[in-house]
Every structure is written in structure tokens, then in C-alpha cells.
């Protein structure tokens, strides 16, 4: 696969072959746990067909990290499918952050992505991203797409992907690790789950004050399973190191079919 959970979401990616019939659009809650509390709330819809796909993501942050980190962002994606893999339309990332707007609108034209607005400038920040590093990329929530897709029609999740969010270059990598089961704890959605080993790595748009370590590896899990008969597989838990609180743990809270009318609002 060319192309990535988000924070938790924006992770996990693998080639994929045949088309899957249509799944029922979702609407999914999530929790992150860190350090014993809850650091982030995220609400996510999901729609797979085979003609295309649309996703959108909402998250807050909530507790010790809203006083720490406040922010807010709205995602959303749609795009359709090229020779069995992902190919974003249009791409629209928008929020506050510590104060601060926050907003990121990339096309994808001819397979390569086009930015249409960056707030702040991406100048401020970081270093460009080189054209060629950018060349054949999607955003993480087609990959994301990609990645039900692939495991609806492959039950795997072995592959790597070239993930551009507008101002950094990733690599992902994922493998499968068998299936297992999560059992009930607290809220959270239990049930058999597959297990997919991912690693992210920063390549590119490095931040310029030279904080933190971006090229180091990060590595997580995810367990990813339809939340309910005819749902697209989705991650139903994921884990991965935080940059302040150690490990994050992202938890499906509950996940239930949108209907026509939900997605028509």
C-alpha cells in the first residue's frame, strides 16, 4: 500500500485487494486513558462503500491534559477508491489548540496533495516537506479507511503506508498478531478483536525549535473488529506511549449504526 488512528486513529494501514460489499455507516465514541484519568474524547463516523469513502472525527481534550494541552479539532475526509487502494478527494482538519486556531485543507489532485490553507503558517513551525515526500501520500483517516477495507476483505493487517497531514511526512508500518479477546472492562466494547503491531516514524517536517524526538520510532497496538454484525472493522482499543503521561490507551465506548438523517445534518 502507498498510503495512515488518531491519536489514536491515524495508525494502522495494509494493501488491500478485493472490494467488500457496502457496510453499514457507523458512529463511534472513544475514550483516551493516561496515568489513571481520562485525557481525550473523540466521536468518529465512519462510511465504506465501494465506490468511496467518508470519515469524520471530533476530539476534545479533556481533564489534567485540557489544562495542560486545551483543544479541540474537527476532521473529516472523503475520497473514493484507485486500483484497490485509498485515493483522498478533499482533506479538512480544523480546531483550537492552547488558544490558538488550528486549521489544515489539502486537496488531492492526481494522487498528490495540494494544500489550500495552513493556519498557522506552516513556516512558523516547521520545515517543508520536500514535493517528492509528498508524492503519492494520503492523510491518516483514508488510511484508516484503507485499513477496513484491507481487513473486511483479507482479515490481515500486514503493511506500510506514506501518510502527509500538510506539514509532516510519515511511514507506517503494520502486522497482524493473530486474533484475541477483549474482555469486558468498565464501558468499553469487548468481544474478538485482531490484533495489528504498528510502528510510526516522522521522515519529514521536522519542528524547527528541535523539541521532542519526532524521528524516533513510535510503536503501539491496536485491536481492530466490526462493533456490531454488518459494521466496517474499526479500532476498538489502542495503545501507544504519550508524549506527558506515559502510555495512552484508547477505549470504544460505544458504536452504533448512523442513520440517513444523522448523516444528513
Known sequence: ??????????????????????????????????????????EAEMEVTPGGYRLATTLRTRGLAAVFAPGEQATRVAGGWSGGLAAPASYASEGTWR??????LVDWRGGNPVIRDLVPPNAEEREEVPADLQRGTVDALSALAQLSRAIASTGSCDGQAAVFDGRRRSDYTSRSAGWERIFPSRNAWHGDALRCGFEARVIAGFRKDGSGDEGRPTPGTAWVAAPFAGAPPIPVRVEMPSRWFGTATAILLKAEPLTTQARAQ
Open 1 to 42: 500500500m502507498r498510503p495512515t488512528l488518531p491519536a489514536a486513529a491515524a495508525i494502522l494501514t495494509l494493501c488491500a485487494t478485493a472490494l467488500p460489499a457496502a457496510a453499514q455507516p457507523l458512529r463511534a465514541t472513544y475514550e483516551v486513558h493516561a496515568a489513571g484519568m481520562v485525557v481525550l474524547t473523540m
Open 99 to 104: 488558544g490558538r486556531p488550528r486549521r489544515t
